[in-house]
């Protein structure tokens, strides 16, 4: 058994709080797109399983906590090689993380805590089984 086990309540509200962090940073996106990606990630967090919304959470926590936009998009693409359905939102995060200016986020609004980075690809085995 791991030391860190996963949660199993994850909400999507939760998501969508990171997720508005994220798009609350200054982004070198044009506004029209910011918003287009904007409109379909909120749309499709409020639709996606445990195992989505644990790897979106990770995904988020990465560029969100530890300033990592490079891990978080490496992330993101190998989730969307394991997992059928993350095209559908995964493209639009991958072009806000490349746009956004992770030096703008204020340390105080920081998550604490990431999850490891592990912890989406056992909980996507879990129900896979």
Known sequence: MSEVEPRSDLTAEEV???LDQLLSLKSALPDRELQHYSIKLRAAVLSL???HLFALDSILRLVISQC???SAKDELVRFMMLESG???WGTGLRRIIDGCEVSTFSA???VSRPPSESSWVQVGND???
Do not use: G, I, P, Y
Request: glycine letters at 0%; aromatic letters at 0%.
């Open 16 to 18: 969508l709080r990171l």
């Open 86 to 88: 993350v095209a559908s």
């Open 68 to 70: 990592d936009k490079n």
């Open 49 to 51: 399983s445990q195992a």
């Open 127 to 129: 129900e896979l089984q």
């Open 108 to 110: 105080d609004a920081r």
